[in-house]
């Protein structure tokens, strides 16, 4: 057995996979705002995107921002479709890995998130067959702990929460800021490339661990 106790997986990029041009584009045709360009990355999210995933901002007051300098007639509900727009699906590989790696080690998520894209989040693993809170010992999101990464801060935290020594997690997300964060506090992380193998991104670390 490897030293490895526990994997904590990011989620966007890393399990699910996204489509940042698929959701500019819905929130010009849908809500005609235009600042979503401004707002949007990869990785880490500006402006009040990324107010609504510190917490700093509730789910309503997000809304709001942007309904006001979105086309009259514009509703919530434009707001939510549009924000999924994001969000493809997770794949099957990815299913079974975690299927898999969930028989030998307790799987958690560490996400930069929010409680509009968590809806549709939890609905794509539902559909997958791998209910979040069935699948997860635990899920560590950004709105809900107020902190973002790559923060230091957020990975101390983590591991405190989890109850592990951070040398004995391993950490795979999408960001080499993330990466970098999560190293320099002590864990075993990982950078992921989305499109490539998931599962020789984890084992390249299990295998030599």
Do not use: W
């Not at 007639?73 to 990815?94: F, N, Q, S």
């Not at 028989?103 to 609905?123: D, G």
């Amino acid at each position: 057995m490897n030293g490895i106790k526990a994997i904590i997986f990011d989620l966007g990029g890393v399990l699910i996979d996204l489509d940042i041009e698929r959701c500019r584009a819905a929130f010009k045709e849908i809500l005609g705002y235009g600042k979503i360009d401004e707002l949007l990355d990869p990785c880490h999210q500006k402006g009040i995107y990324s107010d609504l995933e510190e917490g700093i901002l509730t789910e309503n007051e997000f809304k709001e921002l942007i309904l006001h300098d979105s086309v009259p007639g514009a509703t919530p509900e434009d707001v939510d479709r549009a924000m999924a727009a994001l969000l493809t699906g997770i794949c099957p590989e990815k299913v079974q890995l975690l299927k898999n790696l969930a028989r030998k080690y307790p799987l958690y998520l560490l996400s930069n998130n929010n409680s509009i894209s968590m809806k549709r989040s939890r609905k794509i693993f539902e559909d997958a067959g791998i209910p979040m809170d069935e699948i997860f010992s635990g899920l560590f999101l950004s709105y809900s702990m107020k902190m973002l990464k790559p923060s230091e801060k957020i990975y101390r935290e983590t591991a405190v929460r989890i109850g592990l020594p951070v040398h004995e997690l391993l950490f795979i997300d999408d960001s080499e800021s993330n990466v970098s964060a999560a190293s320099s506090v002590g864990f075993n992380a990982v950078l992921y490339h989305p499109g490539s193998d998931l599962e020789k991104t984890v084992f390249s670390v299990l295998e030599v661990m």
